[in-house]
C-alpha cells in the first residue's frame, strides 16, 4: 500500500521559515517525480513546484526564489523549504507523486501552513 505522510507545516510570521516533508513508503521514490501542490481557503488546488526522477525542478512564478525543492531517494522522502512566507501563501500544502512513464499517481492528506502575524 503506497502511503505519502507530510509534516512541517504550522504557523509562522510573514518573512518566516517552514520546512515540509514528504514521507513516502510502499513504492520506491526513485520511479517517480514529486510535486507540492496547495489550496487556500475557498480557491482552487494550484502547482506549486516539480522536481522530477532526474533532479530537474520547476516552480510556480509565485514562489520562484523563495521555495525550494529537494529529495533524498534513499530515505524515500522529498522537501519543500519555504522561506520568506507571505499571508498569501496560507494553504493546506499536498505533496503528489507520478511514476516516470506511467499512469500511476498518489496524492498525500496535506498539511496546514498558516501565514499571519
Known amino acids: 500500500q503506497v502511503q505519502l505522510v507530510e509534516s512541517g507545516g504550522g504557523l509562522v510570521q510573514p518573512g518566516g521559515s517552514l520546512r515540509l516533508s514528504c514521507a513516502v513508503s510502499?513504492?520506491?521514490?526513485?520511479?517517480?517525480?514529486v510535486s507540492w501542490y496547495r489550496q487556500a481557503p475557498r480557491k482552487q488546488r494550484e502547482w506549486v513546484a516539480t522536481?522530477?526522477?532526474?533532479?530537474?525542478?520547476n516552480y510556480a512564478d509565485s514562489v520562484k526564489g523563495r521555495f525550494t525543492m529537494s529529495r533524498d531517494n534513499d530515505k524515500n522522502m522529498a522537501f519543500l523549504q519555504l522561506n520568506n512566507l507571505r499571508p498569501e501563501d496560507t494553504a493546506v500544502f499536498y505533496c503528489?507523486?507520478?511514476?516516470?512513464?506511467?499512469?500511476?499517481?498518489?496524492w498525500g492528506q496535506g498539511t496546514q501552513v498558516t501565514v499571519s502575524s
Open positions: 503528489y507523486i507520478k511514476r516516470v512513464l506511467s499512469a500511476d499517481d498518489y
Open positions: 510502499g513504492i520506491a521514490l526513485i520511479n517517480y517525480h
Open positions: 522536481i522530477t526522477n532526474a533532479d530537474v525542478t
